[in-house]
């Protein structure tokens, strides 16, 4: 069957045209019904419909709390046909401090937490309104806005809310509507009441007139904002292929502009723990709308996963007062890397897109900082002029019936006598009306309903005083309205009144400068590195902390596992944020980081450096320098052959990863020792063969990198340069031999000469001692770290080593093992933590008990040996007593008059008593009896701890 269909009901359209007109009615349905709120009060319709409806309802502030659900069914039945879910999601959230600056809606129960709690259902809680919503409701029946009907036309619900807040701004607003969002922050009352103020007075003010009142987002949440960001710039036609370019720009204000973006971080504090020395990162506030649950687990997870190291425990402690969540920190850890680890990879650092789209004149607009505020004032002028209008009805409306009031009184025994003559009602009303009252009909039956109390004197007299102060209204009114200004003056003085009763201290803290974005260096943690290099080219770092401070003399530790044809040539001390510098035998140099190198075990061989950089075919490293942004204006290089040069340190701010030529080297020279300089400073040049030669720098001309060098010292045949140093004020240089010998010399010892001398003595070479191999400047509160071949590591104190002349031996510094040689050396700067936990080990080692044998009337070992109090004594230059006799004792190293190595400690020996005595040996006298006490006398002598003495002598 055909069902035909009368042609006058058929209408042809094309389908696009059908599908993108009711598409464009849905899209301004959301738009303007749902997802935008309206520039003047700042509220979506769901949101301006439920305080309305608690309106009626009469939850005022103060009153008793009513179920949510009762509210949401009267907001559902009335004014918004929608589900119950979105009415009750709205109610919520103007109820959230969390979530709004100024809550609007005062709960009672669970209306969720920061930590994405949801809210109980709404027949377990209660609400009302806040007082501070009053402020949007004000005079909403005095005609202030206009109603409009709801959608099955039985009520009327207000197209806008006649807000004396500028809700807008305060509590801001975010919505998600078809094709367009909005994301406004909230801002601090005070400074939005005092930019409305200042607009009023300057209405030619901008927005970065207005940026200087409002300073920027005030979140209910607190945390810090940046005030500053890096934007990306196109570049000029002459910075073309200078890759990305970046400026600073004020975010906030580009922001007020009507779209931007803001970086929020939380805010953090540091604590000291009460026990163990350690510290810990203490979050009290959070940024906008980040989850705090979410938040600790994030933390957690990295934490497990070793993204972020130096976590050792994680607490949430927040409760009713506030936020607190605790980071304990390991005794390695540090505050600073870990907090920027966790900015980069958690929400403790997020950016609010800001976009300030609201609906001006029904339709939505990007609008700015003084747009929003000029839309605000306009719309209450418009509110006070329709307000002044309807008070100024109303006054004459009032003064109409007083008057007639007033005429009925001054004729009062007539208008009763007219009354009480009329027949009725009616005509009594129609005899007033008439002359010689004249009433009009309001008038008239005004006096008929006039009440018989009203005719007492002290009644007619309040009349009086009425009409006297309906006078003056009527006049003020008229006034206000023909004058805009003083609309303008009343609406600065309800603002401010506005601020005074409600406004608060900024949350929110602004940094005035920006957040960078974090590299790989800012999540390294600053730590003091041993860097270590051998022969072949394996590099690697390893904590300073493993190797213990020794005394001079001792073996040391191994610090790189022995490769057979691959002894250790260079360590250095440095942080992980520093840069080395790797200059070449060939006279280049390469720049690393020392993050960049491998962390590895104490015995690990390392990796090649070739891994790293891009060393050339029989290219190896023979100097290395430390820098970090130093001040230093030059860098100084020394050849093996005696040629130096000097070169701007600028040159070197950007070095390729595959190098650059640093020094043009003459046929079988080579790059041997580079260090940094100020132009007035003096360097020192040291040869194997012990001359030093100390010269200014400022006699080298600042050459380019390309350049070759001058000469700088004359050697000796068969000698070379094995380093240069610079002669700083309060220190000293410090030559070591290959056998492990050294010393320190004031640098007032070396006479200043001119380029090209052969210097002078600085350390007595021999087959014992061996030729020089490192120098160093130093200073007592130094540490030096000695590394031989054969990869042993010892780490003693500079203050260990004897300040001694020029043309001196020196003292062991480092037992050297047969075969092996020492390699290089390294001097530390100790931290202030550093020399706290060296003066500790220190205290506590001192705090051990004595061996048991101390006590007894054996003889205690105090020469070259274990003193007194069990600890090696500081080695000094010996002078034996046993020459001067017939039968020369050796004293050297422990062993007897006779040669023979001295019985145990803990046997009593039988030959100290003979008649021919032996050499004090290990603190025994030469009779074999124990010497006196400290700060007794004796008429025999004995030998001292610190080298023997004869009795000629004493």
Known sequence: MVIETPSDNVRSTKIEEEMRASYLDYAMSVIVARALPDIRDGLKPVQRRILYAMSELGLRPGSQYKKSARIVGEVLGKYHPHGEAPVYEAMVRLAQDFSMRFPLVDGQGNFGSVDNDPPAAMRYTEARLAPIAEETLADIDRDTVDFIPNFDDSLEEPKVLPSRLPNLLVN????????MATNIPPHNLGEVCDAIAYLIDKPEASTSDLTQIVKGPDFPTGGVIFRYERVRKQPSD????????????????????????????????????AKGGRYQIIITELPYQVNKAALVEKIAALTKGRRIEGIADLRDESDRHGIRVVIELKREGQARQILNSLYKHTAMQSTFAVN???????QPRTVGLKRILDCFINHRREVIRRRSQFDLQKAQEREHILQGLLVALDHLNQVIQTIRRSESAEKAKERLMRAPYRLSDRQAQAVLDMQLRRLARLERQKIQDEYAEIIKQIAYLEDLLANPRKID??????????????????????????????????????????VTLSA?????????????AQGRGGRGKIGVAKREGDPVRHIMVADTHQSLLFFTNRGRVYQVKTYELPDESRQARGIPLINIIYLEQDERVTAVVTTNGSDQEFLVLATELGEVKKTALSEFAAVRRNGLITMDLEPGDALVAAQLARGDDHAILVTAAGQALRFPVKQLRSASRQSGGVRGIRLAKGDRVVGMEVARPNQELLVVSSKGYGKRTTFEEYPTQGRGGLGVRTFTVNEKRGQLVAARTVNAKQQLMIISEDGIVIRTDVDSIAVQGRATMGVT??????????????????????EEKAVAKSKQAAKKKAPVGRAKAKPSATARGKAAAGKKPTAKKKAPV??????PSSTARGKTATGKKPPAKKKAPVARAKAKPSATVRGKTATGKKP?????TTTKPTAAARGKVSPKQR
């Open 238 to 273: 002459g910075q073309r292929g200078q890759g990305a370019l970046y400026e600073k720009q004020d975010a906030i204000k580009a922001a007020y502009d009507g779209k931007g973006r803001i970086i929020m971080r939380a805010r953090t504090h540091t604590e000291e723990m």
């Open 813 to 834: 510094l480092m037992g050297v093992g047969p075969g092996d040689t020492v390699a290089s050396i390294a001097s530390i700067e100790l931290t202030k933590r550093a």
């Open 536 to 548: 072949r080219g394996y590099i690697k770092r390893v904590p300073l902390e493993i190797y213990r």
């Open 882 to 887: 046993a020459r001067a006799k017939a039968k």
């Open 172 to 179: 801001g607003a975010a919505g998600i509507a078809v094709g």
């Open 932 to 936: 006196p006490a400290k700060g007794k």
């Open 356 to 362: 300030m789209l609201a609906l001006v004149d029904g």
């Open 489 to 530: 003056y009343l609406i600065k003085e309800e603002t401010l009144q506005v601020k005074k009763k409600y406004g608060d201290e900024r949350r929110t803290q602004i940094v005035g400068q920006e957040a960078v974005d974090f590299s790989e260096e800012d999540l390294i943690p600053h730590q003091e590195m041993v």
